[in-house]
């Protein structure tokens, strides 16, 4: 089992619609958890840290369920500037940072 | 405010040919990590470095090697360039293990050997 899981996709949703990720991690003692954005072979880029209690930034939400060791992120009224691969992010406390290879989402006009 | 930065951008290497990669943080950030990145594959953690002269062995170490002789630099060294290696390299960057650090990534290098 990967330590890090997600659907690759891809999603395609029409412009305004809600999206919903999901990302599995099989480590119960993994403390940090991120969610990235990646354009096409770009660097990666931070979207948000998401929090136990959940939290939300402008159309994105994300949430976090460690019984279940999942999290998710919503992505509300879809943007075509929205298309990417979306990454999940584990950190265990250490130095070591665990990715997932990524789920595209592609949002048409 | 640069952040994480990468030189060279672009490089084309014949079989055999050796170089560096260096990767330049501003943030004062502890920790460095050099990763590659393959066409449908995830990120791959190549060597990372905890501190200033300290280096360790990632997933995918084997074909290059590191140093951090300075906080703020972290250089990837291919001693004899393999195709193998042609590839996307990404530099990132992040403070000690708190709480929530998120990484800090330069915008990549991209390499072919030929």
């Known amino acids: 089992r990967k330590e890090v899981e997600q659907d690759p996709g891809p999603f395609n949703v029409p412009e305004g619609a809600t999206v919903a990720f999901n990302c599995t991690y099989s480590?119960?003692?993994?403390?940090?958890f991120f969610w990235y954005r990646q354009d096409c072979r770009k660097e990666p880029k931070l979207l948000m840290s998401?929090?136990?209690s959940g939290n939300e930034d402008g159309r994105f939400t994300a949430q976090l369920n460690r019984a279940s060791q999942y999290i998710s992120l919503l992505i509300r009224d879809s943007k075509l500037s929205d298309s990417a691969t979306y990454l999940c992010?584990?950190?265990?406390?250490?130095?070591?940072?665990?990715f997932g290879t990524g789920t595209r989402l592609k949002v048409l006009a | 405010n640069a952040g994480v930065t990468q030189t060279p951008k672009f490089r084309v290497l014949k079989t055999g040919q050796s170089m560096t990669l260096l990767c330049a943080q501003d943030m004062n950030h502890e920790y460095m990590y050099w990763y590659r990145q393959d066409p449908g594959m995830g990120l791959r953690l190549i060597h990372y470095s905890v501190g200033e002269g300290t280096t360790a062995k990632g997933e995918v170490p084997d074909g290059y090697n590191v140093s951090r002789l300075k906080k703020q630099n972290f250089l990837l060294g291919l001693e004899s360039a393999a195709p193998s290696q042609t590839s996307v390299y990404f530099c990132?960057?992040?403070?000690?293990?708190?709480?929530?650090?998120?990484?800090?990534f330069g915008d990549g290098t991209r390499l072919s050997i030929l």
């Open positions: 998401v929090y136990s």
């Open positions: 992010v584990v950190n265990d406390g250490t130095y070591k940072y665990i």
């Open positions: 990132a960057s992040s403070r000690l293990q708190g709480s929530g650090q998120p990484q800090h």
């Open positions: 480590n119960s003692a993994s403390q940090s």
